[in-house]
């Protein structure tokens, strides 16, 4: 599998980007975001026997709001420090903020990359097509401009976390989207989703231990593995990485599971709020 020696942050924005929406009713099949800001505690999980990472530590922290009507905004944060075995451990930065029409039409998305307290890397650019499931013009502003193209059938983050929780809705398990969010410049990555069964309240593994996902006790949940591969023509077979985690009603995501291939991180709840929600009008 490909991966920064870091961490990929596109890896656990997706992660919780997956699990924002809310059903509203057992029946209903239009999703709304519920709003919310969430911090996760960070360590390493795994290792292969030649992975260079002898320990990694740090938190993310994760707000969106807004709603259909007026598009939704995603901030999010992410700092690790990454022991080597071999070589000088290393502080890595990744800060973000994007914004998605609710009707599929454009994107805004900027990020600053620090590394040990120096920026290394920014990111800049907007997305706008005619109609949501038309073909769209990328304008990249930074790290250097031009423009590239997305095709018709490549939806936004946002967009694809409906389909994901209207088929966990609909006891679907399984979804294939192409995914466009800004993070890798021009490039899309092909997301293969499973949803589990739904897990009812109070059944199964609730985070008991953890006071922060109290809340969750009363909701149910689906578990949810997504591989997310490069569309490149030569491109293997196998996933550029893979996540798992619990996927809540009300749209928090626990039990992080970011799988790198060398290395896995996993990611606990260590703080939860609730924001306001926006109404359309």
């Known amino acids: 599998m490909d991966h920064r020696n870091h961490g990929d942050s596109r890896v656990l924005k997706r992660v919780l980007l997956t699990g924002v929406f809310l059903i509203l009713s057992s029946q209903a099949m239009a999703s709304v975001v519920a709003p919310h800001r969430a911090v996760y505690d960070l360590q390493l999980l795994r ?22 009507c007026d598009g ?44 040990d307290n120096k920026q290394e890397g920014e990111k800049r650019l907007s997305v706008s097509r005619p109609e949501k499931d038309s073909v769209g013009e990328v ?10 193209s997305i095709s018709a059938e490549t939806i936004f983050p946002m967009r694809h976390q409906l389909r994901l929780m209207d088929a966990a809705a609909k006891g ?16 899309t990555v092909r997301a293969i989703s499973t949803i589990g069964k739904r897990v009812k309240a109070g059944e199964g593994k609730k985070e008991m231990d953890n006071s922060q996902a109290a809340p969750l006790q009363s909701l ?22 893979q996540i798992n985690f ?18 896995a991180l996993s990611g606990k709840l260590a703080h939860l709020e609730f924001l306001k929600a926006e109404t359309c009008n």
């Not at 398990?173 to 969010?181: A, C, E, H, K």
């Open 72 to 115: 939704w905004t995603v901030s999010f944060r992410l700092v690790n420090r990454f022991d080597y075995k071999e070589g000088t451990s290393r502080l890595f930065d990744t800060q973000s903020s994007s914004w998605e029409t609710g009707d599929g039409k454009a994107m805004n998305y900027s990020e600053k990359e620090f590394v």
């Open 172 to 187: 679907e398990t399984r979804d294939v989207s192409l995914i466009y969010d800004g993070s890798d410049e021009e490039k």
């Open 47 to 68: 290792t292969s026997e030649g992975a260079n990472v002898g320990n990694v530590s740090g938190r993310m922290a994760y707000e969106v709001s807004g709603s259909e």
């Open 220 to 241: 149910s949940s689906w578990p949810v593995t997504i591989g997310y591969f490069s569309t490149d023509e030569n491109s293997e077979e196998t996933p550029l990485y």
């Open 246 to 263: 619990d996927m809540y009603e009300n749209g928090v995501s626990t039990g992080l599971v970011m799988d790198y291939g060398t290395f």
């Open 139 to 148: 304008s990249i502003s930074l790290p250097q401009e031009k423009k590239v």
